[in-house]
């Protein structure tokens, strides 16, 4: 499937209409996020990159869950990591939260040893090439839900993730 790009003035324009924020991590700092995490496993090149398509998915998405701010994964085409967090909770932070489910995936048995490990690997998937996320207030002033969207998707049962 070919992803068309959205031009970045179109993308912003919908950033700033639905209130979305990713002011306190820019696109690069959200990828090398996750390039960092790859390259710690060895999963090869190309390195991951920003897309403006997938990351209009992700705010678009988020922005129907800001009522309930509640983490319900949407009907998406691509993988989705979704997170909630407090205060000043940015993009990268929540890329970090879910590389800190690496202990609990065993590579051997590919599988996770206890609690969740599915965010990590969609993290870390070796043909994930594409990334885009959103970052938006919830209604009750308090939260920020955090979308990031994945090209091609990952986790996919029997495969490893590298």
């Given at each position: 499937?070919?992803?068309?790009?959205?031009?970045?003035?179109?993308?912003?324009?919908?950033?700033?209409?639905?209130?979305?924020?990713?002011?306190?991590?820019?696109?690069?700092?959200?990828?090398?996020?996750?390039?960092?995490?790859?390259?710690?496993?060895?999963?090869?090149?190309?390195?991951?990159?920003?897309?403006?398509?997938?990351?209009?998915?992700?705010?678009?998405?988020?922005?129907?869950?800001?009522?309930?701010?509640?983490?319900?994964?949407s009907d998406s085409p691509y993988g989705e990591n979704l997170a909630m967090g407090y205060g000043d909770?940015?993009?990268?932070?929540?890329?970090?939260?879910?590389?800190?489910?690496?202990?609990?995936?065993?590579?051997?048995?590919?599988?996770?040893?206890?609690?969740?490990?599915?965010?990590?690997t969609q993290v870390i998937w070796k043909n994930t090439l594409q990334v885009g996320c959103a970052r938006?207030?919830?209604?009750?002033?308090?939260?920020?839900?955090?979308?990031?969207?994945?090209?091609?998707?990952?986790?996919?049962?029997?495969?490893?993730?590298?």
């Open positions: 499937m070919e992803i068309s790009k959205l031009s970045t003035f179109v993308v912003f324009m919908v950033l700033a209409m639905a209130h979305s924020s990713l002011a306190q991590n820019s696109p690069k700092d959200i990828v090398l996020a996750h390039n960092n995490a790859r390259a710690q496993v060895g999963v090869p090149l190309p390195p991951l990159t920003w897309n403006d398509t997938v990351a209009a998915y992700a705010n678009q998405y988020a922005s129907t869950r800001l009522a309930e701010c509640t983490l319900v994964h909770f940015s993009a990268v932070e929540a890329v970090n939260m879910w590389v800190g489910e690496k202990p609990n995936y065993d590579y051997d048995s590919n599988s996770c040893k206890q609690d969740m490990c599915g965010h990590y938006l207030k919830c209604d009750n002033g308090e939260a920020w839900f955090v979308s990031c969207n994945y090209y091609p998707p990952g986790n996919y049962i029997g495969e490893k993730p590298y």
